[in-house]
């Protein structure tokens, strides 16, 4: 069974910090496949669509995504490809509650990673999906939604 974990949040300076890659021969060891479920049921009760295991405090380059019906596991995701045509939406994060503010990103991206068996994966995405997936992939890169924002406002 999966365990809640405790969100890590602003000011905490770990999610400013790069995370480091998580070795494929690593990957199928129990604690990393408990910690994608454990990922996956944080996700699912905070009423996320994405998060990266810094936001549970472990500097991994994991994330996990969902169309809203499916849990998508992308482990050392790398984007390849960035349209140049951009559009401007408002975000929120788990790790800055409260908060949301418009960020302006590519449109479509084209991005690579393993999934939790350490099978190669390609995505292509376009819309709020690469939007998830932009937003995700900076976490893993010490990168917060509000050191892209246009502004920061607070929730109503």
Known sequence: MATILPLVTLPDERLHQP???VSLAGLQQPRIQTLIDDMIATMWKADGVGIAAVQIGKQLRLVIITDG???I???NP???YRSLS???MEEGCLSVPGFYGPVRRPRSVY???YNRHG???SIKATGFIARIIQHEVDHTNGILFVDRADRVLPNE
């Open 69 to 71: 019906d499916t849990p």
């Open 86 to 88: 951009k559009d401007s």
């Open 111 to 113: 991005a690579r990673a």
């Open 73 to 75: 596991e992308l482990i």
């Open 78 to 80: 790398k984007i390849l």
């Open 19 to 21: 995370s480091e890659k």
């Open 119 to 121: 099978k190669k994966i």
